[in-house]
């Protein structure tokens, strides 16, 4: 009986070293995919047509290894604050943006968008700054973001000064939006487009293109509206602001993450824009239908 008692145990033991190595291999396993995920998105944003797309004033996105300070490691599953987003153009003018104040850090999610990391806006006071960048009178925005089912007026990015541009939630709808102003007034409003679904956890690529009196909106390709507006708009001189308004960063705060954003100094053609929109939903796993 000794003897038997004896092999049932290091037969237990064997089970239990079996199971702990196919466990191991798992969570291995997974690690090396979410290495795989973000290697490819990387390899993707390297080749993508907005490395030489004319006019490019802003790239910021987050997997690249030049956009934070801190490593991003794709297996690990905390969150950490972000101080700084660095600008990745291929220029050699970057207009960064910071957190004004510790207590404005975003925090970058690893696993956030189809496991891909993203920076997390809280809906209270997360908010990235820059004062510097200018944006001319016409632009086109590209925007990867995920909105947590929060309403009102939102903000994704706008102008660092109020009523220069935004692109975000409207207000009382849940509904992508897109405002153009001449610093004091906002004198063309891409009124919500109403023929957009709500913005929601579902990530989607939202484009926006303002040309003259012409602001016209886009979501994962698809058009959702045009507005025509009296012209009036001014070059946005002093910088940009992303996931809240800069001078009162608690009114309109963005909840939920935010991907990747890409600035234009001009209105793109809607072969580039189809281009731009095909990369972004290539890396963020987002059907494009254009």
């Given at each position: 009986m000794k003897s038997k008692k004896a092999f049932s145990l290091i037969e237990l033991a064997i089970v239990i070293l079996v199971v702990g190595i196919l466990i191991a291999g798992i969570f291995q396993g997974?690690?090396?995919?979410?290495?795989?995920?973000?290697?490819?998105?990387?390899?993707?944003?390297?080749?993508?047509?907005?490395?030489?797309?004319?006019?490019?004033?802003?790239?910021?996105?987050?997997?690249?290894?030049?956009?934070?300070?801190?490593?991003?490691?794709?297996?690990?599953s905390n969150s950490n604050s972000v101080g700084t987003w660095y600008d990745i153009s291929p220029y050699s003018i970057k207009y960064n943006s910071t957190a004004p104040a510790t207590t404005n850090k975003p925090k970058l999610t690893n696993n956030a968008i189809k496991g891909l990391?993203?920076?997390?806006?809280?809906?209270?006071?997360?908010?990235?700054n820059n004062t510097t960048l200018f944006t001319a009178t016409n632009i086109s925005a590209f925007v990867v973001a995920t909105n947590d089912?929060?309403?009102?007026?939102?903000?994704?990015?706008?102008?660092?000064?109020?009523?220069?541009?935004?692109?975000?939630?409207?207000?009382?709808?849940?509904?992508?939006?897109?405002?153009?102003?001449?610093?004091?007034?906002?004198?063309?409003?891409?009124?919500?487009?109403?023929?957009?679904?709500?913005?929601?956890?579902?990530?989607?690529?939202?484009?926006?293109t303002m040309s003259g009196s012409t602001s016209s909106g886009y979501i994962n390709g698809t058009s959702v509206g045009t507005s025509t507006q009296s012209p009036g708009k001014t070059p946005c001189l002093a910088g940009y602001s992303v996931g809240s308004f800069a001078s009162s960063i608690t009114s309109q705060p963005w909840k939920g993450y935010i991907a990747e954003i890409i600035l234009i100094n001009r209105a793109v053609t809607t072969e580039e824009r189809r281009s731009i929109e095909n990369y972004l939903g290539q890396k963020w796993g987002i059907q494009i239908n254009n």
């Amino acid at each position: 009986m000794k003897s038997k008692k004896a092999f049932s145990l290091i037969e237990l033991a064997i089970v239990i070293l079996v199971v702990g190595i196919l466990i191991a291999g798992i969570f291995q396993g997974r690690d090396l995919v979410s290495k795989m995920r973000l290697q490819t998105a990387r390899s993707l944003t390297k080749s993508s047509p907005v490395n030489s797309i004319k006019d490019l004033t802003l790239w910021l996105e987050t997997t690249s290894v030049n956009s934070f300070d801190l490593a991003i490691d794709a297996s690990d599953s905390n969150s950490n604050s972000v101080g700084t987003w660095y600008d990745i153009s291929p220029y050699s003018i970057k207009y960064n943006s910071t957190a004004p104040a510790t207590t404005n850090k975003p925090k970058l999610t690893n696993n956030a968008i189809k496991g891909l990391p993203a920076l997390l806006f809280d809906g209270t006071n997360d908010i990235l700054n820059n004062t510097t960048l200018f944006t001319a009178t016409n632009i086109s925005a590209f925007v990867v973001a995920t909105n947590d089912d929060v309403n009102g007026y939102r903000r994704i990015i706008s102008g660092y000064v109020d009523q220069c541009y935004y692109l975000g939630l409207s207000n009382g709808s849940n509904q992508f939006t897109a405002f153009y102003g001449n610093i004091t007034a906002w004198v063309n409003l891409n009124a919500t487009f109403s023929g957009s679904a709500p913005m929601s956890k579902i990530p989607k690529v939202y484009s926006a293109t303002m040309s003259g009196s012409t602001s016209s909106g886009y979501i994962n390709g698809t058009s959702v509206g045009t507005s025509t507006q009296s012209p009036g708009k001014t070059p946005c001189l002093a910088g940009y602001s992303v996931g809240s308004f800069a001078s009162s960063i608690t009114s309109q705060p963005w909840k939920g993450y935010i991907a990747e954003i890409i600035l234009i100094n001009r209105a793109v053609t809607t072969e580039e824009r189809r281009s731009i929109e095909n990369y972004l939903g290539q890396k963020w796993g987002i059907q494009i239908n254009n």
